[in-house]
């Protein structure tokens, strides 16, 4: 049973539990003495945390680095919690011949991965008050249908938003999707009659709907096949153009618009949308979930450091640097 887990861990603290391993960087040699090391992330369900591998022998400390992999679960052994001045956080740090680091294939799943603090069940029937809630049969009806796909529905009402940026836990989608949904209400009531607010709801349900296909969640959150190869986006106008063509008499002027708002919520092509917004609703679209995912980000990056004495940190040790007090 996992014991240690890394929101609770301390500065001095010494860590023998596991952990699924995020991302690795490549060996790098020491400034001043023989020998290379290397940096990984892990985590577990309750964020990540940096170690550093600070290796004396360098085939020995090679050999290890190409044991481990992104996905594997490993059971550090001796490892000590420190303040690193560079990172401007707590890692852990492990010194060849008095740590060890290796994989392990006893853990639970649950215990890794991430869970968002709002009820999924709760989450649910929000999802079917919005869908209640729109005006326009065709759209309303579509998605009525979509839904009722009880495979669907769970895969969508327990996929996360992202893979490391926003919402980045079991739930984390819908989530995003409900807080989308309130923001173009209150957008379109703003800007009302001119914005359509049925078509900008169905966009934010639908918008990132390709991810259930895209995101796996194992030890932790990844990419499929399909997510790297073909990426969200066109994976979901795919999907809801086929579903759209199923039920045979779907508007096929309305069926373009959504089709649009899914491929173009990116917003540009430098940001992984094969087209960009070309009318309002899919332009508001578009800010509103860069603006709920932003925000959510910053509260995330903040919640991540913890208490600190320190008036600045740097969040995950890299990227911009955030004011504590």
Excluded at 16 to 38: C, H, M, Q
């Amino acid at each position: 049973m996992k014991a240690q887990y890394v929101k609770k861990l301390e500065e001095g603290q010494t860590v023998n539990d596991y952990f699924a391993i995020l991302t690795k960087e490549a060996p790098r040699k020491y400034s001043s003495k023989a020998g290379v090391w290397f940096a990984f992330d892990v985590a577990d369900k309750t964020g990540p945390i940096r170690v550093k591998y600070w290796g004396v022998d360098k085939d020995t400390t090679e050999e290890l680095y190409g044991t481990l992999k992104a996905g594997d679960v490993v059971t550090i052994s001796g490892g000590t919690v420190k303040m690193d001045k560079f990172d401007r956080g707590l890692a852990i740090h492990l010194s060849e011949g008095a740590c060890q680091v290796a994989k392990t294939a006893e853990y639970e799943e649950d215990e890794l991965v991430a869970a968002g603090e709002k009820d999924v069940a709760g989450m649910v029937t929000k999802l079917w008050e919005e869908i209640a809630g729109i005006k326009d049969d065709d759209i309303r009806r579509f998605l009525e249908s979509l839904f009722k796909d009880k495979e669907l529905l769970k895969k969508y009402s327990e996929c996360p938003a992202s893979r490391r940026n926003h919402h980045n836990y079991k739930g984390g989608l819908l989530e995003h999707v409900l807080s989308m949904s309130a923001m173009s209400r209150t957008i379109a009531a703003q800007y009302s009659p001119e914005l359509d607010v049925d078509l900008m709801v169905a966009g934010c349900i639908l918008h990132d709907i390709g991810k259930i296909y895209s995101y796996d969640v194992k030890p932790f959150i990844e990419h499929t096949t399909d997510g790297r190869l073909l990426g969200h986006i066109p994976i979901g106008a795919e999907m809801i153009s086929g579903r759209m063509n199923e039920l045979g008499d779907f508007p096929p002027g309305l069926k373009t618009k959504l089709i649009h708002m899914i491929l173009s919520h990116h917003g540009s092509l430098m940001a992984g949308s094969p087209v960009e917004p070309k009318f309002p609703e899919a332009a508001a679209l578009h800010k509103i979930d860069d603006c709920d995912a932003f925000v959510k980000n910053q509260v995330q990056m903040r919640r991540s450091v913890g208490e600190m004495d320190d008036e600045w940190a740097r969040p995950g040790g890299r990227g911009r640097e955030m004011y504590l007090k």
